[in-house]
């Protein structure tokens, strides 16, 4: 019995260890294959990692959760850099940026961060994108820093407290920072992988996965250590901050429209879309057959979107 136990404990000791080695190894592949190709601010909790194309009205682009800017320059920002001087940015903790600590993944720190941001470099009240979780950032930033921005366009946004956390979450919601760097540095990668194209499908439905998603839209930055911890993070703190902000919808005091996909599988069109709209008084786009993708799967559609709503504020 005791020789069994010990073979049970070896075995499982060896798993871990070449799990630990495969996912050290599968992140750094990745790094490598999707390389910084930006700028680099640093601030007081965080360096910014961000890519600009353009002159003129600046647009400044936040991404979802487990995102990067390259889900951006995929294709929205080429559509709109010929009018407008468009920023990509990974935000703190996410793609190449980094951040100083865990409690900077709220969504009003994050708020910050990207108002310090803006400071930086001096932006003049740039137009806020936010897609998805970045949605809910921008939400935050026009709620408390609403001097420093023009308006929000807001593509497939998080705007209501999430009760359920959609399948493809659920392995990161994990509060506990012990658990997650465990995780993260062992079994993460493989886990990520063996699911890749389920997860990549879910994210995407009903519309089919973009080519190259995984390196030129930056998908697999994902799958590294780094990424897990990070994502896992935003989640926890995301949902803790949320209702401090949630239900503050009359306060806005910027133009904000938004864009949904009718049939997104990860955020419910009619709670935080046309809710939210209804709630804030702003004027809501709901596209047929689409899902919650759409900066990569109908750039065309968000850069029209965008150029609308730029059009207002600058009017």
């Given amino acids: 019995?005791?020789?069994?136990?010990?073979?049970?404990?070896?075995?499982?000791?060896?798993?871990?260890?070449?799990?630990?080695?495969?996912?050290?190894?599968?992140?750094?592949?990745?790094?490598?294959?999707?390389?910084?190709?930006?700028?680099?601010?640093?601030?007081?909790?965080?360096?910014?990692?961000?890519?600009?194309?353009?002159?003129?009205?600046?647009?400044?682009?936040?991404?979802?959760?487990?995102g990067n800017l390259r889900n951006f320059t995929y294709a929205l920002v080429g559509k709109l850099d010929q009018d407008y001087r468009v920023i990509a940015i990974d935000?703190?903790?996410?793609?190449?940026?980094?951040?100083?600590?865990?409690?900077?993944?709220?969504?009003q720190e994050q708020a910050r961060i990207i108002s310090e941001f803006i400071d930086k470099e001096q932006i003049e009240k740039p137009l806020i994108v936010g897609h998805s979780?970045?949605?809910?950032?921008a939400l935050a930033l026009a709620l408390e820093y609403k001097n420093k921005i023009s308006g929000l366009a807001l593509i497939c946004p998080a705007t209501q407290i999430i009760d359920k956390i959609p399948d493809m979450f659920k392995f990161l919601n994990i509060s506990s920072p012990l658990i997650r760097f465990f995780v993260a540095h062992t079994f993460s990668s493989l886990f990520g992988i063996l699911t890749r194209k389920e997860t990549f499908k879910a994210a995407f439905a009903p519309e089919a996965i973009c080519n190259d998603f995984g390196i030129k839209g930056g998908g697999d930055f994902?799958?590294?250590?780094?990424?897990f911890i990070r994502t896992s993070e935003d989640l926890i703190f995301a949902q803790s901050s949320a209702p401090s902000l949630v239900g503050r919808e009359k306060e806005l005091d910027v133009y904000t429209e938004v864009l949904f996909g009718e049939d997104d599988?990860?955020?419910?069109?009619?709670?935080?879309?046309?809710?939210?709209?209804?709630?804030?008084?702003?004027?809501?786009?709901?596209?047929?057959?689409?899902?919650?993708?759409?900066?990569l799967t109908i750039p065309d559609e968000c850069a029209d979107f965008i150029r609308g709503v730029m059009n207002k504020v600058r009017n």
């Fill in 265 to 295: 599988e990860i955020l419910d069109a009619k709670l935080h879309g046309e809710k939210f709209a209804k709630l804030a008084s702003a004027k809501l786009t709901i596209v047929p057959e689409t899902g919650h993708m759409l900066p």
């Fill in 133 to 137: 979780l970045g949605g809910a950032i």
């Fill in 1 to 66: 019995m005791n020789d069994l136990i010990t073979y049970i404990l070896f075995f499982l000791i060896l798993v871990i260890v070449l799990s630990a080695i495969f996912t050290k190894l599968t992140s750094r592949k990745i790094k490598r294959s999707i390389p910084k190709f930006g700028k680099t601010t640093v601030l007081q909790d965080a360096e910014i990692h961000w890519y600009e194309s353009g002159q003129g009205a600046p647009i400044i682009m936040l991404h979802g959760l487990a």
């Fill in 222 to 227: 994902a799958l590294t250590s780094e990424a």
């Fill in 91 to 107: 935000r703190a903790g996410c793609g190449w940026s980094t951040r100083s600590k865990s409690e900077c993944a709220t969504l």
